[in-house]
Each structure stands twice: as structure tokens, then as C-alpha cells.
């Protein structure tokens, strides 16, 4: 069956430096992949979707890599903020394409 | 921003009793979600909605749960007879196309139901 890992320990870094998360899927090649952000208490919220013939998407402080040989995405916060804290979730769409299936999430802490 | 609005935001209901959860998706979405998140673990699908009927529901959406969109405009999970295990933080989501073609999925802020 479809799985996605994300890495279930807390992730904390320093203020200003570069927070990378990972998201690893196995038992399918799905078109895309989507990461959206999580308060507590809150809803997700989309952040950036990159698709199966992209290497990389950009938004702002936000980085997205997409490796279909590796069944990976990476997820970089550049120059992040302790406004960045926050739980971060992978998404991808499942086999029957009416839904969208998320990892466990890591949370990310960002310490002044 | 256009949003998906959810009421209540909080129920505490007793063990045995049904519950009703609404939802106002965005007005020009035509797919809807209902997603829960037990506290501390991930976020679960639970069923999909388009066209007036279910396109999916997973092993949790079990005879106890039906949806329903009785009018235009709202978008309604019910639990029939809840369990101490339904307690959970419910939302409702809403995307423009099929989640096939990459559509953003849009949720709001969550129902966060209790069983007593």
C-alpha cells in the first residue's frame, strides 16, 4: 500500500540558518507532491506543489526538490524565522486521484 | 481570500449521541473533503464528495458516518452514534478540479469534536 515517512522527531534549528525536511514515499509514482504548513489547533495550508518533471520550485523563502529515482522530496526554509515554527506536512495524491494522502508531519522549531 | 468556513468549532457530545458537522466550502469548488486528525497523529482521510455523491471514503468512514450537501452551500458530516474514539479534530476541505490534475486541496479551521 501507498506509505509516506516523514521524519517524525522534532526538527529544531537556529534562527537564519537553512531547515531541510524530508519526505520519503514508497508503492507508487505519484504526479505530485504537495507540502502545506500546520499551526496547532489549525487547518493545513497549501504551500507549494511541484510535479513529477520538475527538479526544484521556488517560492520566497521556500525550496521543493522532487526526485522520482529516490521516492524523495526535500523541503528547505531558507533563512528561516521562529515565525516558520510550525508543523510541516507532506502531501501526494492517492491512486484513485480523489484525495489527497499526508505524512505524520515534522514539526519545526525555530529558536531565536 | 475566499475560505472554507466549519461550525461548530468545538462539540462536546456524550458517547452514543449524533453529531452533525457543517461546513461552507468555497463557493466555486466543486470537490469536497472531510479529513480528521485524532491529537498528536496525522491527518486521515476520510471521504470525498463530488457531483452529489461519494467518490471515495476510507476504511474509517464506516456505516456510523454519512455526508450530505443539502443545499447550495453547505456540506454536512454526520456520526450517527459516536464513540469515545471519534473524538478527534474534523475538517472540511474543498479544491476547484479533481485532486488528479494537482489541485490545491483548501481547508478551514477545523471542528474539534469531543466524546464523553
Known amino acids: 500500500s501507498q506509505k509516506i515517512e516523514q521524519n517524525s522527531e522534532a526538527l529544531n534549528i537556529q534562527e537564519g540558518k537553512t531547515a531541510t525536511l524530508t519526505c520519503n514515499y514508497t508503492?507508487?509514482?505519484?504526479?505530485?507532491l504537495q507540502w502545506y504548513r500546520q499551526d496547532p489547533g489549525r487547518g493545513p495550508v497549501f504551500l507549494l506543489l511541484?510535479?513529477?518533471?520538475?527538479k526544484e520550485k521556488r517560492k520566497e523563502r521556500l525550496k521543493v526538490t522532487f526526485d522520482t529515482t529516490l521516492k524523495q522530496s526535500l523541503f528547505h526554509i531558507t533563512a528561516s524565522q521562529p515565525a516558520d515554527s510550525a508543523t510541516y506536512l507532506c502531501g501526494l495524491p492517492g491512486s484513485s486521484a480523489s484525495k489527497i494522502i499526508f505524512g505524520s508531519g515534522t514539526r519545526l522549531s525555530i529558536r531565536p | 481570500e475566499p475560505e472554507v468556513t466549519q461550525t461548530p468549532s468545538h462539540q462536546v457530545t456524550q458517547m452514543g449521541q449524533e453529531v452533525i458537522l457543517r461546513c461552507v466550502p468555497i463557493s466555486n469548488h466543486l470537490y469536497f473533503y472531510w479529513y480528521r486528525q485524532i491529537l498528536g497523529q496525522k491527518v486521515e482521510f476520510l471521504v470525498s464528495?463530488?457531483?452529489?455523491?461519494?467518490?471515495?471514503k476510507s476504511e474509517i468512514f464506516d456505516d456510523q458516518f454519512s455526508v450530505e450537501r443539502p443545499d447550495g452551500s453547505n456540506f454536512t458530516l454526520k456520526i450517527r452514534s459516536t464513540k469515545l474514539e471519534d473524538s478527534a479534530m474534523y475538517f472540511c476541505?474543498?479544491?476547484?478540479?479533481?485532486?488528479?490534475?494537482?489541485?490545491?486541496?483548501?481547508f478551514g479551521e477545523g471542528s474539534w469534536l469531543t466524546v464523553v
Open positions: 508503492n507508487y509514482s505519484p504526479a505530485y
Open positions: 464528495f463530488y457531483n452529489n455523491e461519494i467518490s471515495e
Open positions: 476541505a474543498s479544491s476547484e478540479r479533481t485532486t488528479f490534475s494537482g489541485n490545491t486541496i483548501y
Open positions: 511541484i510535479r513529477e518533471n520538475e
